[in-house]
């Protein structure tokens, strides 16, 4: 009887233990059995999802060493390419001496970077001066420069050492700041001043400068403040009053000011006392 | 004996397996086909009545546990599909595409309908009523892969256990 029934009463079976199940979900029994029965599936899916999140874990890695090799690949190629220029920088450091002892001119200043950060600010003072902290003792009138988007750019000097080692840095944008500067485009020169505001002016261009809008202005290295080619900014306008013999730039300055968070200070380097000079 | 409980062991754990594979590739939230529920119609059209229905009985309580519908609802709907398509066997010609069509939307369909209205009296949480749109995906989806389920099953199960093929229908 069972044997042709089986079927019918096996459904019947599960029927019931399925009613219950429903009945008494509430139940500590019925929760006890359904974690159960969760925990006795777990290894079996647990195990094949594991080895894919391992698959997973090996193609990146994998991955990782691709890059890995690619980048180490672009290091090897620059560090060749940085020797290479190394090279021969030194050779026209050497030629260059050889040609300023030959002319009996003193060779350019080096300079060495010493890193400061922003200590503060002072709010009646914003656009012209503010407190850094060097790691090493600097000296007054040493150039300070910042970075932006990987290019050295102009924002200051020091103007005072404090007390305590803290020195505050004179901004571009200072009345009392100025800087010899000349136009990467036409290489005509002049002297950038501050104005006080967020704009620095570059004044003493001949009138028939050639000077436009978005022209790159950069630092000309006299008096051996400041190294030659450092960024200072960018010709926003160009002032040419009536009649007048010489002609203005306003520039914008390359380095964000209010966003300055660290600086390079760069003292110059005293020059080898063994260098000999030809009258 | 022996030879069948290891048939029934493997078929659960490799079906179970395949379940968590499939959860496990497709992002949450689509609708994937009800592998499970046609695995069990097709053991049972095959008229492997008892076994189809304890398969069923078993991952069904094993989806409730996982998922979020009342534990047993799932149980004891895919032991029904299992009873059923077990019963209807002998007159089921379960190698015909057209059969199996049938069989995958009319399971699907009573499936949707059977959750709905064992949740709605067992399980008055406002979560894990199916809406008419993902038992429409079902539906289709289960359709869809029916026939492949069908010859897999059949295939699986003639390996370990080869029966003369169903003449009538």
């Given at each position: 009887m069972f044997q042709r029934h089986r079927s019918a009463t096996l459904f019947g079976v599960y029927s019931l233990v399925s009613l219950a199940l429903l009945a008494w979900s509430a139940n500590r029994v019925v929760q006890s059995l359904k974690l159960s029965f969760f925990y006795l599936w777990s290894p079996s899916g647990s195990a094949v999802v594991g080895s894919l999140d391992q698959w997973g874990r090996v193609g990146q890695g994998f991955a990782k060493i691709l890059r890995a090799d690619q980048r180490a690949r672009?290091?090897?190629?620059?560090?060749?390419?940085?020797?290479?220029?190394?090279?021969?920088?030194?050779?026209?450091?050497?030629?260059?001496?050889?040609?300023?002892?030959?002319?009996?001119?003193?060779?350019?200043?080096?300079?060495?970077?010493?890193?400061?950060?922003?200590?503060?600010?002072?709010?009646?003072?914003?656009?012209?001066?503010?407190?850094?902290?060097?790691?090493?003792?600097?000296?007054?009138?040493?150039?300070?420069?910042?970075m932006?988007?990987?290019?050295?750019?102009?924002?200051?000097?020091?103007?005072?050492?404090?007390?305590?080692?803290?020195?505050?840095?004179?901004?571009?944008?200072?009345?009392?700041?100025?800087?010899?500067?000349?136009?990467?485009?036409?290489?005509?020169?002049?002297l950038v001043e501050g104005r006080g505001g967020a704009k620095i002016l570059l004044n003493y261009l001949f009138s028939d400068s050639d000077i436009r809008p978005g022209d790159e202005v950069v630092t000309a290295g006299l008096g051996e403040v400041y190294p030659p080619h450092l960024l200072i900014g960018h010709v926003t306008d160009v002032v040419a009053p009536?009649?007048?013999?010489?002609?203005?730039?306003?520039?914008?300055?390359?380095?964000?000011?209010?966003?300055?968070?660290?600086?390079?200070?760069?003292?110059?380097?005293?020059?080898?006392?063994g260098d000999k000079k030809i009258p | 004996?022996?030879?069948?409980?290891?048939?029934?062991?493997?078929?659960?754990?490799?079906?179970?397996?395949?379940?968590?594979?499939?959860?496990?590739?497709?992002?949450?939230?689509?609708?994937?086909?009800?592998?499970?529920?046609?695995?069990?119609?097709?053991?049972?059209?095959?008229?492997?009545?008892?076994?189809?229905?304890?398969?069923?009985?078993?991952?069904?309580?094993?989806?409730?546990?996982?998922?979020?519908?009342?534990?047993?609802?799932?149980?004891?709907?895919?032991?029904?599909?299992?009873?059923g398509s077990g019963t209807l066997s002998k007159n089921l010609n379960a190698e015909k595409l057209g059969t199996q069509e049938t069989l995958a939307v009319i399971a699907t369909l009573v499936m949707w309908g059977g959750i709905r209205i064992l949740s709605g009296i067992f399980d008055h949480s406002p979560v894990g009523h199916p809406s008419v749109i993902l038992a429409t995906a079902h539906v289709a989806l289960n359709a869809l892969v029916a026939p492949g389920v069908f010859w897999v099953m059949a295939a699986w199960s003639d390996l370990w256990d080869p029966r003369p093929r169903n003449d009538h229908a």
């Open positions: 672009d290091f090897e190629s620059r560090w060749v390419q940085d020797r290479l220029d190394t090279a021969r920088l030194k050779s026209l450091e050497e030629e260059n001496k050889r040609m300023a002892d030959l002319l009996g001119v003193s060779p350019s200043a080096g300079f060495h970077a010493t890193t400061a950060r922003v200590w503060a600010r002072d709010p009646a003072d914003w656009f012209h001066s503010f407190l850094v902290n060097p790691g090493t003792p600097v000296k007054e009138g040493a150039a300070v420069i910042t932006e988007s990987g290019r050295p750019v102009v924002v200051g000097q020091v103007r005072e050492i404090l007390p305590d080692g803290k020195a505050r840095i004179l901004l571009v944008t200072d009345p009392f700041s100025a800087l010899s500067a000349f136009v990467t485009r036409t290489g005509e020169q002049g009536l009649g007048a013999s010489s002609k203005r730039a306003v520039v914008s300055p390359a380095a964000r000011l209010g966003f300055v968070r660290e600086v390079l200070i760069l003292s110059p380097t005293s020059p080898d006392p | 004996m022996k030879r069948t409980g290891m048939f029934f062991v493997l078929t659960l754990v490799l079906g179970w397996i395949f379940q968590a594979l499939i959860l496990y590739a497709v992002p949450a939230g689509l609708p994937t086909p009800q592998w499970l529920l046609l695995a069990v119609l097709a053991l049972g059209a095959q008229g492997r009545t008892t076994f189809a229905m304890s398969a069923g009985f078993i991952w069904g309580l094993a989806l409730d546990a996982y998922g979020i519908s009342a534990f047993g609802v799932q149980g004891w709907l895919l032991a029904l599909a299992g009873f």
